[in-house]
């Protein structure tokens, strides 16, 4: 199983860059989303795969019984999903006040922070 | 003990708790936020004092034994660290009182500001590797949105560069820690110590400590991925880029010298080479960067990256002489630092503008700004007997030691070009005249926004005077800290608490 699922994580981060070399800001958000998926994924393969072993332990027994698969990549898993909703949802909204002030997604059109200075005279 | 070591980042979300019912009043807001600071700086006070006195501090949450629970912990990095946080914290709450604008307060800027310092103090004293993953999100979080707080033109576009960028550090670092826990099966900082020595890969291990280096070094800001850097921290209000500049990048590198000294065996040669390479190159794109520009703040932010480059070489030449340079750098640079800015805004209050060739004649004045101006930025340059030489001394010797010549002329010629830089500001800011002859003087502001302004760069300017002329005992604490860094056995055995037989993987 671990083969197929490493080559899921590639492919999402693969499209994820290109996404991501766009100049549209857009692009680049879902081309960041795809990527945070893979990462997701990639936690979880990294905690083995195991087949039909939820990690319960039986009444009355203080350790399980046959091998169980990991809880604790799904606990990192999840606590990165809610963080990096936040995220997104905060640079979606970002985005989309960007647009209605400047005008514009074309990451190359934004020059206000850093302008492009014009020559300087040798006198200061 | 427990309660204790969790108060630094209680404190600051409490009084975020309290000031956000408060934001629609100016005055009160300001205050309940000065009050959280103070009480945080008392906290790490008392910490240090602590650490100082009974060695290594660590507290289990829930009571849950370490590896398996969350696990905080406070050595002396981390406590000076804290401490300076919290003066930090206090200044810029001070200073913002009069520098924050209405609008601003109501939209909950100090709400913003003490999570922001919520998000610093946890990065400094927790010890485990998803925690601190989820303290650089708070950090974050509460940075994103203090930086486009108001919603100004300038400052969207600098936070659309700030969010792109970060949210790729967030993802490298979610990543490396999810396959160092692939590899080792623990996220603990100190089990990690024990556990990665016995992974029998050493691909894999340096593949993960490349990773660990971007995804820090992105924060950190160090070259090449500081280019978020200069392009954001201009565009808020000044306290806000204050706060950044003295803490948001130093929590990298504390970051990165908590895991190449305490997780990464240091027989490890591959990512140190890389830190040396990097930092290098830190030191000298930041300074011709602030060399090529001819504004107030960024000049000072591309300096803030030259000096990463020196904390990281810190970490990069790897003795206990070169760490304790980085540690005692790290304490000068965040308190001159933070005070370069807050000066820069009060210079901008006097004279209207950040453009050196349209500002002028802050020296005739204001010559109490300027003596304060002077103290921080030479010291930044390392002039002695200013904290800067002392720290830069101690980079230099070390890598004398090691008969790095090439680092020293690096350093030298990085110190030189800062010079020349402040020298620049010094020129055009303060001895020539204003061109529009409109300069005011400090006399003339109100008296309590005076108070506001001039206080904490006063304490601040102190604090560098006091590390310049009486460097003895912090050199000794950094030297102290560096050996706990070198030889973490009281830290493994203060979180695992079992008598450990040292017989460490550095």
Known sequence: ?124 | MSWLLALPFLVPILTALATFPARGRKRLCGAISVFGCTLLLGVTFIILYLVETGGTRAAQMGDWAAPFGITLVADRLSAIMLLISGIVGLCVSVFSLSDIRKYRVKLGFHSFFQLLLAGVCGSFITGDLFNLYVWFEVMLIASFALLVLGGDRIQLDGGIKYVALNLVSTLLMLTSIGMTYGLTGTLNMAQLHVSLATVDNPTAVSALAVLFICAFGIKAAIFPLFFWLPASYHAPPVTVTAVFAGLLTKVGVYALIRTFTLIFPSELEFPHTILLGTALLTMLTGVLGAAAHYEFRKILAFHIISQIGFLVLGLALDTPLALAGAIFYTIHNIVAKTNLFLISGTAKRLTGSYELSQIGGLYRASPLLSVFFFIAAFSLAGFPPLSGFWAKLLLLKASLDLDAYWVVAVALITGALTLFSMSKIWAEAFLKDHPKDYCQSLKNIPQQERYQRLLPVALLALITLVLGLAPGPFIEYSLAAAGELLNPSDYIEAVLEMETQYAGNH
């Open chain 1, 1 to 124: 199983m671990e083969g197929p699922l490493a080559l899921v994580v590639g492919i999402l981060i693969a499209t994820g860059v290109y996404l991501m070399l766009a100049r549209n800001l857009l692009h680049y958000l879902f081309g960041l989303i795809l990527i945070s998926n893979a990462a997701n994924l990639a936690i979880f393969v990294a905690g083995r795969v195991t087949r039909a072993a939820p990690p319960l332990i039986p009444k009355g027994m203080e350790v399980a019984p046959g091998p169980i698969s990991n809880p604790l990549p799904q606990a990192l898993i999840l606590t990165a999903i809610v963080i990096g909703f936040g995220l997104l949802a905060f640079a979606l909204a970002l985005i989309a006040q960007a647009y209605k002030v400047l005008g514009t997604l074309d990451v190359d059109s934004m020059r206000i922070a850093e302008p492009v200075l014009p020559k300087r005279d040798k006198s200061p």
